[in-house]
């Protein structure tokens, strides 16, 4: 048996410490938390009535998804201004009450900042689409090549980068939805208006931003050609741009530096050592988000094809992040979000194991160095829901994505890619909150603006509430273990098996005035019963949490049931 020394980094010093490493974050989506006035939308009143709910999970910061003035083509991710609230979600009375309200409960508020793009709608993009000379230069607007687009870049959502404009006569960026134009960030007067909103709301009394891909500000000069093959054509032309560490250091210098508030960018194509360097202490971010762990089940590097899943893989993402920011940087842990299908049913058993899986899914994203985000319904277990048209379906990326497989002569209707498209579209995370189990799971007394997930009679708040052995309750232990343990949030990370393709197992430990802190994860990730060694050693043992009902404090051979966690503590 290989022993291996536990290293330890001699206790934490004080300027190490910070409280948005210490939290855990609970991402709530608005439109689908809770309604208040029955017109089938979540609003913030609705909100505000479930604040409770949230702090009784232990959760220390609120994520919101963006709740400004937006024609909702991509549900509020398309902003048609930055500093009013959004009649469906209700008003800015509303919005300071929820504020005050959550720091009552000693949570803090952190917002979505959208400034890659706006909404058409937006007041800037109408008067650049008319020329307006103050404004003509706030988003990128360039001849065609030919009759084509100036360039072969792709939409994130499908398709071509850019939409001809009648008006202006030119054609216009955007790197998501055509009603997403980019802003053209290498103009300083874009710059000093984004700032200056940043500083808007933080003097409102807001902790923090989350930053929509924030790292795709900087596009290459003269928008080169991108590669044709590659996942997203175009984009090593706009990811880490040459400009954007000029750019987000001055956001930090000019106004985030000024405030006490924490940081977290999403970063697609984020890879370690630019995580460093946006992270690291001089960096201007707290932390990001990479995607590499949300990619496991894409079949040959392709969103819309179905892959199997390798526990090796995700043992060797998560152990390059954990151990790559160990001393510069920290990482932001999460399964789900608002664009991501429900964790349990892709690296879970929805059907069998719904329970289980899901409480092993979360003992892990608990126990990892970096800050933990929950994504609401997570801790219920909910799973991803049924999509039999897309009649049914409201995520334009999605609904893009279908209709361009439709258009392929591979398929000849829905039922052919209804497989895909149900287990990857957005809307599975956008399900309503399963509060109860009575009609549409107590999210509204009207029509939901999305179907309910069926399953609402046996996942929801209610009942979870009321059973001891609920996924909600096992959360609620999780984050007290956080809460209790530094080594969770401080400790070194290391994996004792990564070759093991079923069991992943490591330790996180802590030099404390104390002593050592030490902890061992032990997680089955499939469903057969599984019987491992554990290379570690130790005087005493014992255990602290497992999703099964067990006493054994002996971590040596471990025999494992069907997705069993169980988290020890060694001394
Ligand atoms: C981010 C958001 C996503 C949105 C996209 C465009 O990825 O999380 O919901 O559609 O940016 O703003």
Known sequence: MTTYETRTNGGVADDERAWWKEAVVYQIYPRSFADSDGDGFGD??????????????????????????????????????????????????DWEELLSEIHARDMKLVMDLVVNHTSVDHEWFQKSRRGDPEYEDYYIWREGDGDGPPNNWQSFFGGSAWTYDEEREAYYLHLYDTSQPDLNWENEAVRRDVFETIEWWLEKGIDGFRMDVINLLSKADGLPDGDPDSE????????????????LDAMDEQVLSNYDVMTVGEMPQLSVEQAKSYTGTDGPLDMAFHFQHTKLDYAENQRWAIGEWDLEELKEITSRWQNGLAEEGWNAIYWENHDQPRVVS??????????????????????????PYIYQGQELGMTNSPWTSIADMRDVDAI??????????????????????????????????????????????GDPWIQVNPNYDEVNVGDAEDDPDSVLNYYRDLLDLRDSHDALVYGDYCDLLPDHESVYVYTRTLGTAEGTERLLVVLNFFGDEETVEVPVKFETASLLLSNYDRDDDDPTTVTLAPYEARVYELR
């Open 44 to 93: 913030l009143p609705g909100l505000i009535n479930r604040l409770d709910y949230v702090s009784s999970l232990g959760a220390d910061v609120i994520w919101l998804n963006p709740i400004y003035d937006s024609p909702q083509r991509d549900n509020g991710y398309d902003i048609s201004d930055y500093q009013s609230i959004d009649d469906e979600y209700g008003t800015m009375d």
């Open 346 to 371: 892709r690296y879970g058993d929805p059907v069998n194991y719904r329970r289980e899986s899901a409480k092993l899914l979360g003992t892990f994203s608990l126990t990892l160095s970096g800050t």
């Open 400 to 445: 893009n994505h279908a209709k361009a497989l439709l258009e392929t002569d591979d398929y000849d209707e829905y039922t052919d890619i209804q497989d895909t498209i149900s287990y990857r579209s957005r809307d599975n995370a956008r399900t309503p909150m399963q509060w109860e189990p009575s009609e549409n799971a107590g999210f509204t007394e």
């Open 232 to 247: 997203w054509v175009g984009s090593e032309h706009f990811i880490d741009g040459p400009r954007i560490t000029e750019y």
